[in-house]
């Protein structure tokens, strides 16, 4: 069955790009979509942009747009997050999540990994 | 960008009850409209898709409605597993989520 298995936690220091990793196994890979979403403490969620990697076509959120990065590595079935310029407010649970082939939802998602941003 | 309300913010309810969330979108979205689960430390757990199709695997006392602008969630008895925080997000351009609706024990 299809797995989501995103990087670790990270604590970066305010300024700096932190770069979130998720390996995806089971089922294809390159002809679906994935997104990502964060959550900061106590907050809801927030979707952040996507990316398919067959044709490595993203879109992003205005609110990210210039900040982030959305990359995919075929050969090892890895969806990649970058956003850079961090400040406090980026402190969150960052996740994965691969879209659905026949509807337009995300039914597969990451266990999320924690950025913390510290000076 | 398209904005996602919903509401209550926060609702207690009972073991049995039947419960109501609405979410209404900033333009019509069609039936671009999903239902998410989440529970503390957890990632979020699709209900329903394109408005009112239960995700397989999800008891039918979830239930979906709506097109166009307004969408309600509805669960017919509420069991203890039932009590998170749920999300509305259209899917009709990019993505956005509700700011969500945290189900609780009365």
């Known amino acids: 069955q299809v797995q989501l298995v995103q990087s670790e936690a990270e604590v970066k220091k305010p300024g700096s790009s932190v770069k979130v990793s998720c390996k995806a196994s089971g089922g294809t890979f390159s002809s679906y979509t994935f997104s990502w979403v964060r959550q900061a403490p106590g907050q809801g969620l927030e979707w952040m942009g996507r990316i398919t990697p067959i044709d490595d076509i993203s879109n992003y959120s205005q609110k990210f747009k210039g900040r982030i990065t959305l990359s995919a590595d075929k050969s090892t079935r890895t969806v990649s997050m970058e956003l850079s310029s961090l400040t406090s407010e980026d402190t969150a649970v960052y996740y994965c999540?691969?879209?659905?082939?026949?509807?337009?939802?995300?039914?597969?998602w990451g266990q999320g990994t924690l950025v913390t941003v510290t000076s | 960008d398209i904005q996602m309300t919903q509401s209550p913010s926060s609702l207690s309810a009972s073991v049995g009850d039947r419960v109501t969330i609405t979410c209404r979108a900033s333009?019509?979205?069609?039936?671009?409209l999903n239902w998410y689960q989440q529970k503390p430390g957890k990632a979020p757990k699709l209900l329903i898709h394109?408005?009112?199709s239960l995700q397989s695997g999800v008891p039918s006392r979830f239930s979906g409605s709506g097109s166009g602008t307004d969408f309600t969630l509805t669960i017919s008895s509420l069991q203890p597993e039932d009590f998170a925080t749920y999300y509305c997000q259209q899917s009709y351009n990019t993505r956005t989520f509700g700011q969500g609706t945290k189900v609780e024990i009365k």
């Open positions: 333009q019509s979205i069609s039936n671009y």
């Open positions: 999540a691969r879209e659905s082939g026949t509807h337009y939802a995300d039914d597969y």
């Open positions: 394109s408005a009112s």
